[in-house]
């Protein structure tokens, strides 16, 4: 069973950056599309943004374009999601997620594994 552990989130105003980690254990980290998702109050969750294996393909939901950038180490095992001029409507709780291939690399579905998240809380 992979371990998936996410920080970095906090409390910051609007127009602010956060920078958010993801560990994955295990030896096999660079087999793996890594994603993120967020899920805000009273809303299902919800694709951000996701890295190939390499970190050459990458994807973003669009409200995020331009303002989120993935990036991945495998040397660390580790996925970030560095976010700028964040919006009140970027709070919600953000997880990273893996898969090895791109098909419904969108979908919660295609998932079955979950860290605990990381909280971000935009405020006006």
């Known amino acids: 069973q992979v371990e998936l552990v996410e920080s970095g989130g906090g409390l910051v105003q609007a127009g602010g950056s956060l920078i958010l980690s993801c560990v994955a254990s295990?030896?096999?980290?660079?087999?793996?599309?890594m994603v993120w998702f967020r899920q805000a109050p009273g809303k299902e969750r919800e694709f951000v943004a996701a890295?190939?294996?390499?970190?050459?393909?990458?994807n973003y939901e669009d409200s995020v374009k331009g303002r989120f950038t993935i990036s991945r180490v495998n040397a660390k095992n580790t996925v970030y999601l560095q976010m700028n001029s964040l919006k009140p409507e970027d709070t919600a709780v953000y997880y990273c997620a893996r898969t090895m291939t791109w098909d419904g690399y969108r979908d919660v579905k295609s998932f079955d594994s979950w860290g605990q998240g990381t909280q971000v809380t935009v405020s006006s």
């Open positions: 890295i190939g294996w390499r970190g050459v393909s990458i």
């Open positions: 295990g030896r096999t980290f660079s087999s793996y599309v």
